[in-house]
């Protein structure tokens, strides 16, 4: 790619992540005094204290109530299901309020069938493979090895984006296979995928809820990677330590949390930016 690829690349990755912190930049006025205070004692809690953090535990407690690697796939499935309509209702909110018109069709039959058939069923079917492997690339992070943790995490976005693509896809050929959407034709379907992808990063079109929801969806996953990373590595430890005092964590707790999510949802972006970048014709 070329230098005007890259710089297009890198704003596609970071656009959204910075909306979702703008929108995110004055919500703790909202939460009231107390529970600020007491999302600010969890974070310094956690960075001080990252291996018995009683915050650290509640996380470990939490995931694996709801969200069992062995077991109760019921009760796993039903907790990832209402995990993705929530993130995805809270995108699509901002969406339709982004999107003039909108409004009067979310109940149309083409948008829910789209929106169900494509959204829901793509963010749900990655959610659930996201949260029935988190511990095996949490149990893959090596002590003091900071540089091949994040590699790790970058190579579990990468496969993460490889089969939003596949199933993206796959949706795209069914719907052009049984409503005639894209013409009927198959290759025209697939042809959409990296298009509407690469749009979507510019919060474009309705894909865009369906990427962002599914990164807000995997915000408990992103905790624990942090988490694991604290504990892993005393180096990163003390620089997050230092790093509280130059944020408003104790004012802004909700903004620092956001700040997180930014960081995790642009390298997903930028990691599904350059799969689909090459594929646009």
């Not at 990755?13 to 004055?26: I, K, R, W």
Request: net charge positive; with cysteine.
């Amino acid at each position: 790619m070329d230098l005007l690829t890259h710089v297009t690349t890198l704003a596609q990755a970071f656009l959204a992540p910075s909306l979702v912190v703008m929108l995110l930049f004055g919500a703790d006025a909202f939460v009231g005094s107390a529970a600020s205070q007491a999302l600010s004692e969890a974070i310094r809690d956690v960075a001080a204290r990252p291996r018995d953090s009683r915050w650290h535990l509640a996380l470990d407690d939490f995931l694996a109530e709801y969200f069992p690697p062995k077991g109760k796939p019921g009760k796993f499935l039903l907790s990832v299901f209402v995990l993705t309509s929530i993130s995805l209702a809270f995108f699509l909110t901002i969406y339709t309020a982004r999107t003039s018109g909108l409004f009067g069709q979310l109940l149309s039959q083409g948008f829910v069938l789209q929106f169900l058939g494509n959204g829901l069923v793509v963010t749900f079917a990655v959610n659930c493979i996201a949260y029935l492997t988190y511990r095996q690339l949490l149990s893959a992070f090596a002590a003091d090895s900071l540089p091949r943790n994040l590699l790790w995490i970058a190579a579990d976005f990468c496969a993460k984006a490889i089969l939003f693509i596949i199933l993206t896809a796959i949706v795209y050929v069914v719907f052009a296979a049984t409503t005639n959407a894209f013409r009927g034709s198959v290759s025209s379907a697939l042809g959409a995928v990296p298009i509407t992808i690469r749009e979507a990063l510019f919060f474009r079109n309705l894909t865009s809820v369906y990427i962002y929801s599914l990164l807000l969806s995997s915000f408990p996953i992103f905790v624990a990677f942090i988490v694991k990373l604290l504990v892993l590595s005393p180096a990163f430890a003390r620089v997050a330590q230092r790093a509280l005092y130059f944020l408003p964590i104790a004012e802004k707790p909700i903004r620092a949390a956001a700040l997180i999510f930014a960081f995790f949802a642009a390298l997903f972006c930028l990691i599904l930016s350059a799969l689909v970048s090459p594929l646009v014709k």
